[in-house]
């Protein structure tokens, strides 16, 4: 599985964008990348994801490097509730489709 | 839209007993994975199904693990004779299913929380 490297942590103050990076250099032509993220006590959750193009949803925005070898979590507005572990996880389509979960990137949010 | 649903949600018990957890997946989803999470570490998978046939078992300690999907539906991770290092959050996930060329997002359940002493 190719593997993704992310910042153990991050802090950030509520209601400033926050922008999550993410390395992928072994990126394969068949990896999406998706993110997942997990509040305190919580299953995580999905994010969003994306495969060439930026993508854009209703909890955040995703930039994907033209070599695809890195992209950015976009919250734009941070909140309480943001506070989580957020994993960046390549994904490929092509066999059992699996998650594999590093150590992620804990984000503290500030009041 | 329900969610995953898990059972037991905090379980204990002493080494060597056994313990089992159930999870019910979103209804229609066809694919069903149970991961295990180790404190401060990300979940690992266990054991994907894909209907009642296991996909991916790779990662499941099958002497003293065992899971099965009857149905297709509901789904039982089995722990016997349980150990120390068994302590974790044990996760069960559904998706609508793994077909080739479209990727379709996971939602995971609350988690059981099992204590081994």
């Known amino acids: 599985d190719a593997k993704t490297t992310q910042p153990n942590s991050m802090e950030s103050n509520e209601e400033e964008p926050v922008h999550l990076p993410c390395n992928h250099s072994t990126i394969s032509g068949t990896d999406y990348i998706h993110w997942y993220r997990q509040l305190p006590s919580q299953g995580p959750e999905y994010v969003i994801h994306g495969l060439t193009s930026n993508v854009n949803n209703r909890m955040a925005s995703l930039a994907i490097a033209e070599d695809r070898k890195s992209s950015t979590l976009i919250l734009h507005r941070a909140t309480l509730r943001d506070a989580a572990v957020y994993y960046c996880i390549l994904r490929t389509i092509q066999g059992a489709q699996k998650l594999v979960f590093g150590q992620g990137t804990r984000l503290t949010i500030n009041p | 839209e329900a969610g995953v649903a898990q059972s037991p949600r905090y379980k204990i018990i002493e080494k060597r007993q056994s313990v089992a957890f159930w999870c019910n997946p979103i209804s229609g989803h066809a694919t069903l994975y149970w991961y295990q999470q180790i404190l401060g570490q990300g979940p690992k998978l266990l054991i994907q199904?894909?209907?009642?046939?296991?996909?991916?078992d790779s990662q499941l300690p099958k002497d003293r693990f065992s899971a099965e999907r009857l149905k297709g539906v509901d789904s039982t991770l089995k722990i016997q004779p349980a150990k120390l290092e068994d302590s974790a959050v044990y996760l069960c996930?559904?998706?609508?299913?793994?077909?080739?060329?479209?990727?379709?997002?996971?939602?995971f359940g609350p988690g059981t929380r099992l204590t081994v002493t």
């Open positions: 996930a559904s998706s609508l299913g793994n077909y080739r060329g479209l990727t379709y997002e996971q939602y």
């Open positions: 199904f894909q209907n009642n046939g296991v996909v991916d």
